[in-house]
């Protein structure tokens, strides 16, 4: 019992310092420049999209590959969040059905998926900004329509859904409420 609140505390006291870490501050690179929205708050209204900024390193090529690509990566985390997100949503029906299916999970079979979706990322938008003092080369990347790949992650999951369960699913892997909800779900459970 003592160990457990000696864990307890000791992860309380880290999560502590951690939030206590200052975050980058954002300035304009000159007057009439500033941190483009987009950097901040990637969004697009039919897909998903990701921004990332990297250190300028002088070499535009070299600098626009590397934030594309964390930009990339991004988008591929969120596609596996939301196969997360779904897979949490069918197990919920699942249960109050009282039901049980043998399948594959979102999850698994996201990575794969994931992987082959990004080809159809593209950049949108690459610009400067100054972040915490520092020169950056941002990109934002997005993915135009989600709907192919979740209709891929419903067949190569194996699941078969009822055509409201579907649409439902589909509403819930669009938005971002779930994704954050699992996220939280997420690092709570890590911290303890």
């Not at 000159?30 to 070499?59: F, I, K, R, Y």
Request: proline letters at 4%.
């Amino acid at each position: 019992m003592m160990k457990k609140h000696l864990m307890i505390a000791s992860t309380l006291l880290l999560v502590g310092a951690c939030s206590s870490t200052q975050e980058p501050q954002s300035t304009p690179l000159a007057e009439n420049d500033s941190v483009p929205s987009w950097v901040l708050m990637p969004t697009h209204e039919t897909g998903l999209a990701s921004s990332s900024c990297v250190q300028w390193s002088g070499n535009m090529a070299a600098s626009r590959a590397q934030a594309i690509a964390n930009a990339r990566a991004d988008l591929a985390a969120q596609i596996n969040t939301k196969a997360m997100v779904m897979d949490k949503l069918v197990n919920q029906q699942q249960q109050e059905d009282d039901t049980t299916t043998s399948s594959s999970s979102f999850a698994q079979v996201s990575k794969q998926i994931a992987e082959q979706s990004l080809v159809g990322a593209i950049p949108k938008e690459v610009a400067f900004a100054r972040i915490d003092d520092q020169k950056q080369l941002c990109a934002l990347v997005i993915m135009e329509n989600t709907k192919p790949l979740f209709d891929k992650l419903i067949k190569e999951s194996g699941k078969k859904l009822d055509p409201n369960d579907e649409a439902v699913l589909y509403s819930e892997f669009k938005t971002q409420k779930a994704m954050k909800e699992l996220e939280a779900e997420l690092s709570s459970a890590k911290k303890l």
